[in-house]
C-alpha cells in the first residue's frame, strides 16, 4: 500500500478481554516501530522489529503485552486481559532502516485507538 | 536514558514567526527529528538534523546544537493550519527515536 495501515482504527473493549491490533507497513519497510500515545502525553516506545525479529522490546510495559512479525512485513500488538490503564491510542511506523545504521524518517500510520471499559 | 523537554503550549498569531524549542540529555546522540501531529492523525516527518546547524525547509527551520542539547523548530508566515502539536524525538545509540510530549500550536488569527 501507498502508507502504513493500521487495524481496526477503533476499539472498545472490556476489562480482561484480549486484543489484536495489526499493522501492515510500507512495501519493502525492514523497520517497524510501535508506540503508544495517552491522552496528553508523549509517544512512548513499545517495541521495535527489524525484519522479524525483535532487537528491542524494552518498552513493553508488561508480559501481557506481545508482538510478532511475520515475512518481514505484517505485525500484530496482542494485548492480553487488557487493563483500563491500557486505554490509549496505539500507533505503528514503519523505516527503510537498516539493521545498523541511522533510523531514518518514521511513516506512521493513523492508530488504532483502544478503549477499555 | 532519554530526557527530552519542551513546552507543553504555546500560542501565536497567523502571519508570525514562532520558535519551538526541544532540550534533551541522551547516552549518545544520532540525529534528532521533528514530526507535525494534527488532532487525531498519524505523526508526519518535517525534519531531521544530525549535525550542528540550521535546516531549512521552505516555511520551517529546525537548528541543532549537540554540545548545548538544544533543538528548535523555526515556524514562519503561520497559518491557522499549523495549529498542531509538534514533537521533537532523539535517537540515541539505540537509534530508536524517543519522543518528547510534544508542544500545542495554537494559531489565532
Known amino acids: 500500500g501507498a502508507g502504513v495501515s493500521q487495524s481496526p482504527s477503533n476499539k472498545v473493549t472490556e476489562k480482561g478481554k484480549d486484543v489484536e491490533l495489526r499493522c501492515d507497513p510500507i512495501s519493502g519497510h525492514t523497520a517497524l516501530y510501535w508506540y503508544r500515545q495517552s491522552l496528553g502525553q508523549g509517544l512512548e516506545f513499545l517495541i521495535y522489529f527489524q525484519g522479524n525479529s525483535a532487537p528491542d522490546k524494552s518498552g513493553l510495559p508488561s508480559d501481557r503485552f506481545s508482538a510478532e512479525r511475520t515475512g518481514g512485513s505484517v505485525s500484530t500488538l496482542t494485548i492480553q486481559r487488557t487493563q483500563q490503564e491500557d486505554s490509549a491510542v496505539y500507533l505503528c511506523?514503519?523505516?527503510?532502516?537498516?539493521?545498523?545504521?541511522?533510523?531514518?524518517?518514521?511513516?506512521f500510520g493513523e492508530g488504532s485507538r483502544l478503549t477499555v471499559l | 536514558g532519554q530526557n527530552i523537554d519542551q513546552p507543553t503550549e504555546m500560542t501565536a498569531t497567523e502571519g508570525a514567526i514562532v520558535q519551538i524549542n526541544c532540550t534533551y540529555q541522551?547516552?549518545?546522540?544520532?540525529?534528532l527529528f521533528w514530526y507535525q501531529q494534527h488532532a487525531g492523525e498519524a505523526p508526519t516527518f518535517l525534519s531531521y538534523n544530525v549535525l550542528d546547524g540550521l535546516e531549512e525547509k521552505g516555511r520551517f527551520s529546525s537548528f541543532l546544537s549537540r554540545s548545548k542539547g538544544y533543538s528548535y523548530l523555526l515556524l514562519k508566515e503561520l497559518q491557522m493550519k499549523d495549529s498542531a502539536s509538534y514533537l521533537c524525538a532523539v535517537t540515541g545509540g539505540s537509534y530508536i527515536p524517543t519522543f518528547g510530549r510534544g508542544t500545542s500550536l495554537i494559531v489565532h488569527p
Open positions: 511506523a514503519s523505516s527503510l532502516r537498516l539493521r545498523t545504521g541511522p533510523t531514518g524518517e518514521l511513516f
Open positions: 541522551t547516552s549518545g546522540f544520532n540525529g
